[in-house]
């Protein structure tokens, strides 16, 4: 590869075209669902950082809890002011933009739709919400290989596990 590359019509050094491109999430950019997730939650909880789990609870066979898990926060992501901005541009992307199909009645949704380069096909499909926008419950991250645009196959499934979760936490 060359060391100079070209952004918009100024030659500037490969490393700047990178970093240039890692600002909208394009180029060699690599990311887990796990961590949009992350990121979403953090975007959601006024820019804080929640350490995952995969089990929420443990009950005994007569259905006595035995442990559960208990959200720990490990530090800012942003700042409450940067997450709160970023988040009110989440509404307006299921508002009034590519995340309209993500839409859920009477419940607001913020969310961000994408598509991920892929060298060997079509572009894998992205999509990342939380709801309620303005009282956050969950959060939602999918990803679906060979899609396309987040807007065409990742923010209907989205939207669908949006409902079933609203239901179950009784927000719905």
């Not at 804080?48 to 992501?77: C, D």
Request: glycine share 12%.
């Amino acid at each position: 590869p060359s060391s100079v590359g070209k952004l918009g019509d100024f030659s500037c050094p490969r490393g700047e075209v990178m970093l240039s491109e890692t600002a909208f999430g394009q180029g060699a950019t690599l990311v887990t669902p796990l961590a949009i997730a992350r990121l979403t939650l953090a975007l959601a909880q006024e820019g804080k950082v929640i350490e995952p789990y995969l089990v929420e609870m443990v009950r005994a066979p007569g259905g006595r809890v035995l442990a559960r898990a208990r959200p720990r926060e490990v530090g800012p992501a942003v700042g409450p002011a940067t997450a709160g901005a970023v988040a009110g541009m989440m509404r307006s992307v299921v508002e009034e933009g590519t995340g309209r199909v993500a839409q859920l009645r009477g419940i607001e949704v913020a969310g961000k739709t994408g598509s991920a380069e892929n060298p060997h096909g079509e572009a894998h499909s992205w999509f990342t919400c939380f709801a309620p926008a303005d009282d956050p419950a969950v959060v939602v991250t999918v990803l679906v290989e060979n899609a396309g645009a987040g807007s065409e196959a990742a923010a209907p499934i989205a939207r669908e596990v949006l409902e079933h979760l609203l239901e179950r936490e009784g927000i719905r």
